[in-house]
């Protein structure tokens, strides 16, 4: 289709804002205002086209007013708590949006060849135009991303929300094999697609379905503390297909932002593996080894551990000069970031320096410990990443483990480990440890962790809010 | 546009996002996540497109469903960002 040259200038503004708005994200101080920029090249992209072409307006407004009232809906809604699984269904509709686009689009050339080709039955010229190596293997590309980001987000949302069907992660026997062989035929599918010489419809749609399935068996096996890896790689995934439907329609706009997402993705899924010093190809295919670890539970624990109360704590937290909480998944699920911010308040009133370390891959999603901090209001200079923490640990009166794990789990530093080399927060070197957790269950490695029976670890059983809930109360009566 | 001119851009693209989303803090990931879902829904011009006024019945259905998926990511993504950078606060 040719457009009218306004149409670009407007794709380059969008272009513009949308990088301007990534840009504002580098500071919490221009963030706001980023987000916003990045919503203005929206509309301006939205706008413009929807002017310069003839649209079907009644197909256009209704389609829009039905998507922007479910998105509005489901942002305002949303607790922060349930952010990972936003963003993942989120991301499967940008991923299904572009094996529709890619859809239209074939099934119109379709039937603009069907119509020419009366008149010019013999002209080959036609054809090849229409349906150029650029068109076809756009279209197979952004039918494969696109499906599998669709399916594989929808299973990402489903284990996020922890319905029923997901608590037993699905594995079937050959698992690599079924995934390999469905690989094979999506490829064979877009082979075919490709290489005929009209695009045949049914190789299309096949190949959407294939990669449908495909997207649910890479998925399904994926669990728990590896959630972040695959949300981000599947952000990364719903760029590519953007960027992909794109090349479906020669379009500049979707090519440079599907790869600014793209490239986002890509970043934070390298980050979260290296937080957890495993390759991509073994968060996705393989799984922790927990009988390689040497000591078991009875080993490690038996007759080392120390109990304590709210009481207790509170006494020891009079007086001291530093506190740093680590938080875990743990805090998100016993939502206990209100209490969390009421005990901060608490020390800080005292003249207590409280601060929050988090390990990169702590929660379910990159930065997801950051947003339920700032929900209660907790300063974002309060919060230290892992590398800026770990050097001043031993400077720290109490460290306060609440729901984290593995990620304090100092058994990776040993060589033979199963989570060997995974960068840890330095807790143990702290004066004093204080683990607040429900029972001395392994976390998602499903290893025992040495940090509970040290000598200066003291454990706090109970649900994470109720237990913190206490702690403030003692503290104020203290 | 030509191929080789959009494979350009793609390039240049990718090495620009690597450019700036480094510097995006750990602390703003999550909506850096959500932020950048938002832009993916970019996809709604290509659905926009799909429904012009001489697209055939099928076209436009394809291009309905595309508008509404790509709205909810646009609209849902924007206003979740919004929603959580606004708690960032300084001491």
Same mark, same amino acid.
């Given at each position: 289709m040719h457009m009218h040259w306004s149409i670009d200038i407007a794709y380059l503004v969008a272009a513009i804002l949308f990088i301007r708005g990534i840009k504002g994200l580098t500071h919490p101080r221009t963030a706001v205002q980023g987000n916003l920029l990045s919503a203005l090249g929206m509309t301006i992209a939205i706008v413009a086209t929807a002017f310069v072409i003839g649209l079907n307006w009644w197909v256009v407004i209704a389609a829009m007013i039905v998507g922007s009232a479910i998105g509005a809906v489901a942002a305002v809604k949303v607790p922060m708590t349930g952010m990972p699984q936003m963003v993942a269904i989120f991301n499967g509709f940008g991923g299904g949006a572009s094996v529709f686009v890619a859809w239209g689009e074939l099934t119109q050339r379709l039937h603009d060849v069907g119509g020419v080709s009366g008149e010019l039955a013999e002209s080959a010229g036609v054809h090849a135009a229409m349906f150029d190596p650029q068109f076809v293997i756009a279209t197979a590309l952004a039918g494969i991303i696109g499906a599998v980001t669709f399916s594989g987000s929808m299973i990402a949302y489903g284990k996020l929300q922890e319905f029923k069907i997901f608590w037993n992660p699905w594995v079937l026997p050959a698992h690599q094999l079924i995934n390999a062989l469905l690989a094979l035929i999506t490829i064979g599918l877009g082979v075919w697609l490709c290489m005929a010489d009209t695009p045949p419809m049914a190789a299309y749609v096949l190949l959407v379905v294939v990669s449908l399935v495909l997207g649910v068996t890479l998925t399904c096996p994926i669990g728990g503390a590896d959630m972040p890896v695959v949300i981000a790689l599947l952000n990364s995934y719903s760029g590519l297909a953007a960027a992909a439907t794109g090349f479906v329609i020669s379009n500049s706009v979707l090519i440079i932002t599907g790869s600014l997402v793209g490239a986002s993705g890509l970043i934070l899924t390298s980050i979260m593996c290296v937080a957890m010093n495993r390759s991509l190809a073994n968060v996705i295919f393989g799984k922790i080894d927990a009988s390689k670890a040497g000591a078991s539970a009875d080993e490690v624990y038996e007759g080392k551990i120390k109990s304590t109360s709210a009481d207790e704590i509170a006494m020891m937290l009079d007086g001291v000069q530093r506190v740093v909480i680590v938080p875990g998944y743990g805090m998100a699920v016993s939502q206990a970031q209100h209490a969390v911010h009421d005990l901060y308040n608490e020390l800080e009133e005292r003249g207590v320096n409280v601060e929050f370390a988090i390990h990169p891959v702590a929660g379910r999603m990159p930065g997801h410990m950051n947003v339920l901090l700032a929900e209660v /209001?907790?300063?974002?200079?309060k919060l230290v990443e892992m590398d800026a923490i770990n050097p001043q640990f031993s400077q720290v009166d109490v460290a306060i483990v609440l729901g984290a794990n593995d990620v304090v789990n100092p058994v990776a530093r040993e060589a033979d480990s199963a989570i060997a080399g995974m960068p840890i927060l /330095?807790? /143990?070197?702290?004066r004093t440890v204080i683990v607040i957790k429900r029972s001395l269950s392994p976390g998602f490695a499903g290893i025992p962790n040495p940090l509970f029976a040290l000598d200066n670890t003291l454990m706090y059983f109970g649900d994470g809010k109720k237990t913190v809930v206490d702690l403030v109360n003692a503290i104020k009566e203290n | 546009m030509e191929f080789t001119e959009l494979l350009i851009v793609f390039v240049l693209a990718i090495f620009i996002g690597f450019e700036i989303i480094t510097k995006v803090p750990p602390t703003l990931h999550t909506p850096l996540m959500s932020g950048s879902n938002a832009i993916s829904g970019i996809t709604i011009v290509g659905a926009l497109l799909a429904t012009h006024a001489e697209a055939t019945t099928t076209a436009t259905i394809l291009g309905f469903i595309a508008i509404t998926m790509a709205m909810i990511n646009v609209v849902g993504g924007y206003l979740v960002t919004h929603r959580m950078l606004s708690m960032f606060k300084k001491k």
């Amino acid at each position: 289709m040719h457009m009218h040259w306004s149409i670009d200038i407007a794709y380059l503004v969008a272009a513009i804002l949308f990088i301007r708005g990534i840009k504002g994200l580098t500071h919490p101080r221009t963030a706001v205002q980023g987000n916003l920029l990045s919503a203005l090249g929206m509309t301006i992209a939205i706008v413009a086209t929807a002017f310069v072409i003839g649209l079907n307006w009644w197909v256009v407004i209704a389609a829009m007013i039905v998507g922007s009232a479910i998105g509005a809906v489901a942002a305002v809604k949303v607790p922060m708590t349930g952010m990972p699984q936003m963003v993942a269904i989120f991301n499967g509709f940008g991923g299904g949006a572009s094996v529709f686009v890619a859809w239209g689009e074939l099934t119109q050339r379709l039937h603009d060849v069907g119509g020419v080709s009366g008149e010019l039955a013999e002209s080959a010229g036609v054809h090849a135009a229409m349906f150029d190596p650029q068109f076809v293997i756009a279209t197979a590309l952004a039918g494969i991303i696109g499906a599998v980001t669709f399916s594989g987000s929808m299973i990402a949302y489903g284990k996020l929300q922890e319905f029923k069907i997901f608590w037993n992660p699905w594995v079937l026997p050959a698992h690599q094999l079924i995934n390999a062989l469905l690989a094979l035929i999506t490829i064979g599918l877009g082979v075919w697609l490709c290489m005929a010489d009209t695009p045949p419809m049914a190789a299309y749609v096949l190949l959407v379905v294939v990669s449908l399935v495909l997207g649910v068996t890479l998925t399904c096996p994926i669990g728990g503390a590896d959630m972040p890896v695959v949300i981000a790689l599947l952000n990364s995934y719903s760029g590519l297909a953007a960027a992909a439907t794109g090349f479906v329609i020669s379009n500049s706009v979707l090519i440079i932002t599907g790869s600014l997402v793209g490239a986002s993705g890509l970043i934070l899924t390298s980050i979260m593996c290296v937080a957890m010093n495993r390759s991509l190809a073994n968060v996705i295919f393989g799984k922790i080894d927990a009988s390689k670890a040497g000591a078991s539970a009875d080993e490690v624990y038996e007759g080392k551990i120390k109990s304590t109360s709210a009481d207790e704590i509170a006494m020891m937290l009079d007086g001291v000069q530093r506190v740093v909480i680590v938080p875990g998944y743990g805090m998100a699920v016993s939502q206990a970031q209100h209490a969390v911010h009421d005990l901060y308040n608490e020390l800080e009133e005292r003249g207590v320096n409280v601060e929050f370390a988090i390990h990169p891959v702590a929660g379910r999603m990159p930065g997801h410990m950051n947003v339920l901090l700032a929900e209660v /209001d907790i300063p974002y200079e309060k919060l230290v990443e892992m590398d800026a923490i770990n050097p001043q640990f031993s400077q720290v009166d109490v460290a306060i483990v609440l729901g984290a794990n593995d990620v304090v789990n100092p058994v990776a530093r040993e060589a033979d480990s199963a989570i060997a080399g995974m960068p840890i927060l /330095d807790v /143990d070197k702290a004066r004093t440890v204080i683990v607040i957790k429900r029972s001395l269950s392994p976390g998602f490695a499903g290893i025992p962790n040495p940090l509970f029976a040290l000598d200066n670890t003291l454990m706090y059983f109970g649900d994470g809010k109720k237990t913190v809930v206490d702690l403030v109360n003692a503290i104020k009566e203290n | 546009m030509e191929f080789t001119e959009l494979l350009i851009v793609f390039v240049l693209a990718i090495f620009i996002g690597f450019e700036i989303i480094t510097k995006v803090p750990p602390t703003l990931h999550t909506p850096l996540m959500s932020g950048s879902n938002a832009i993916s829904g970019i996809t709604i011009v290509g659905a926009l497109l799909a429904t012009h006024a001489e697209a055939t019945t099928t076209a436009t259905i394809l291009g309905f469903i595309a508008i509404t998926m790509a709205m909810i990511n646009v609209v849902g993504g924007y206003l979740v960002t919004h929603r959580m950078l606004s708690m960032f606060k300084k001491k």
